[in-house]
């Protein structure tokens, strides 16, 4: 309902999206993939809860524009780039999908696994966009000041709260620690306020479910030159349903 608009009002080529949670905040499935692909949403990463949903292992091959993280142990389901030229740009867009390895899972260098695959890409596209889904600031920093120059941006993603530190990087990569989450916004990070609360009182399994008040669309709009890569503003996006 908000993306179409958004996307006519600001002239929006393509748009990316990460759905790790799409599916009743946990996970996502065939059926939602689906749903977002049509929303019109071009294409989609994820990060640590991207096998929540089982099904997804079984289908994840299916849909060439559905990202899991590139530093996955190899033989892993799914891909962790992709280069496409379904937009309206003059260049094939790449997009890079990374998880941290601060306070989450023993992966592979995030860092190391962006060089290589930039090589390769490198040959295809300049314009590049990664998302560096992760759960410390520092990392994400680290990571856009070690690519700065060399992709087009790079998003973090993975805390829920949209972060005010949007900028272009002396190299020209644009960078943003967190684009923001998509949902419930009276809630905690999307889930009931009251369930989360228990939790943190109790120290006891308490049952999650979806928040429904305040519902919001984050992100960001990235202006970026089709011939060098370079990116040339960055914006942050933040939408109520009920504006």
Not at 6 to 33: L, S
Not at 66 to 87: K, M
Request: net charge negative.
């Amino acid at each position: 309902m908000l993306l179409p608009a958004i996307r006519n009002e600001q002239g929006i080529d393509v748009v990316v999206a990460n759905c790790e949670n799409a599916a009743g905040g946990f996970g996502v499935t065939c059926d939602v993939i689906d749903e977002l692909l049509e929303s019109p949403i071009d294409i989609l990463t994820s990060g640590n809860h991207i096998w929540d949903k089982r099904e997804i292992i079984d289908c994840i091959d299916e849909y060439p524009t559905l990202l899991r993280p590139a530093n996955y142990p190899e033989g892993s389901p799914g891909r962790g780039w992709v280069v496409t030229n379904n937009h309206g740009g003059k260049r094939p867009l790449a997009v890079l999908n990374l998880e941290g390895r601060v306070f989450m899972r023993p992966l592979e260098c995030p860092f190391k696994t962006a060089r290589r695959i930039i090589r390769t890409v490198g040959d295809c596209t300049p314009v590049i966009i990664v998302d560096m889904h992760a759960e410390a600031t520092s990392e994400k920093q680290a990571l856009g000041r070690f690519l700065d120059g060399t992709v087009s941006a790079v998003i973090g993603t993975h805390t829920h709260v949209q972060t005010a530190d949007e900028t272009i990087l002396p190299q020209g990569t644009a960078y943003i620690s967190d684009a923001g989450m998509t949902g419930a916004f009276d809630s905690i990070l999307g889930i009931r306020k009251e369930a989360a609360i228990e939790r943190f009182l109790t120290v006891r399994p308490t049952k999650f479910e979806v928040a429904k008040k305040d519902v919001r669309l984050q992100g960001v709009i990235i202006d970026i030159d089709d011939d060098s890569g370079t990116s040339l503003a960055i914006s942050r996006v933040s939408v109520k349903l009920d504006a």
